[in-house]
């Protein structure tokens, strides 16, 4: 992911925390990427987002998200990042993209499907731990 540059959108709690050490900023970094927290028309490749947990295939219309979509930049899911990483290779933003993409179910990232039991057991509970620093589980 050397030429991607993510900008986060509801990820992370917003107060007391620093965004980067959270994993999701951290796992953009080891895979060669680059991370902001502001969107950059013409720098931003891509705008990833934690969708709401009452909602899962919405996202919230925030001014980053907003300036993403107006520019062309993918909004996708956090999955997207995962799947990059246990694929090791970079995946296509389409098949994450919200407002569509739920991650629930059989979707477009089977983790068992893509990498087998048990790497998708790793991934799973990598979710997991993702989505509960973002506070969108319970």
């Not at 990820?11 to 902001?36: E, K, Y």
């Not at 995962?82 to 933003?93: G, H, I, M, V």
């Not at 098949?95 to 983790?111: C, D, I, M």
Request: a positive charge.
């Amino acid at each position: 992911m050397p030429r991607c540059c993510c900008c986060s959108c509801r990820c992370w709690p917003n107060t007391g925390h620093n965004p980067t050490d959270h994993p999701l900023w951290q796992l953009v970094l080891r895979m060669g990427g680059q991370c902001s927290m502001n969107f950059t028309a013409g720098v931003t490749t891509q705008m990833i987002v934690a969708p709401d947990k009452n909602d899962p295939g919405q996202i919230p219309l925030t001014d980053k998200v907003r300036a993403a979509q107006e520019s062309g930049v993918p909004v996708v899911h956090p999955d997207w990042l995962l799947a990059c990483k246990f694929s090791w290779s970079r995946q296509p933003e389409e098949r994450f993209a919200l407002p569509h993409y739920t991650s629930t179910g059989v979707g477009p990232f089977n983790s068992s499907r893509l990498l087998g039991p048990p790497k998708a057991a790793a991934v799973e509970a990598e979710k997991d731990a993702v989505m509960r620093g973002a506070g969108r589980t319970e």
